[in-house]
């Protein structure tokens, strides 16, 4: 299962639709902080996240943006975190069926 690493960015005008997507990006991946996440995708989730997501924006005032930092084992992010939270690259679980 090759995963790749994103960092999701949002900035949304409504309330309600942020709600949305942040309930939604909550199932893909970790929460950094606001309007950010980190998350580890197949190419499939990729896809499926970026068609729901699409579903929800208003295209004229609503921007996200997909980072795609490498495939998800290799990836050793070089991250600045300064403040109270502290950055912790999201790690690869199993998964039980």
């Known amino acids: 299962m090759d995963q790749r690493l994103y960092i999701v960015a949002y900035d949304?005008?409504?309330?309600?639709?942020?709600?949305?997507i942040f309930k939604l990006m909550k199932g893909y991946g970790e929460w950094v902080q606001l309007s950010v996440f980190q998350c580890r995708l197949t190419a499939r989730q990729h896809a499926?996240?970026?068609?729901?997501?699409?579903?929800?924006?208003?295209h004229d005032?609503?921007?996200i943006v997909l980072l795609d930092l490498g495939v998800a084992d290799n990836v050793i992010p070089r991250v600045v975190s300064l403040?109270?939270?502290?950055?912790?690259?999201?790690?690869h679980e199993a998964v039980i069926v």
């Not at 499926?48 to 208003?58: F, K, R, S, T, V």
């Open 83 to 91: 403040g109270k939270a502290e950055f912790v690259t999201i790690e």
């Open 48 to 58: 499926e996240l970026i068609a729901l997501l699409d579903g929800i924006i208003n």
């Open 12 to 20: 949304i005008s409504d309330q309600g639709r942020w709600r949305r």
């Open 61 to 63: 005032e609503d921007h």
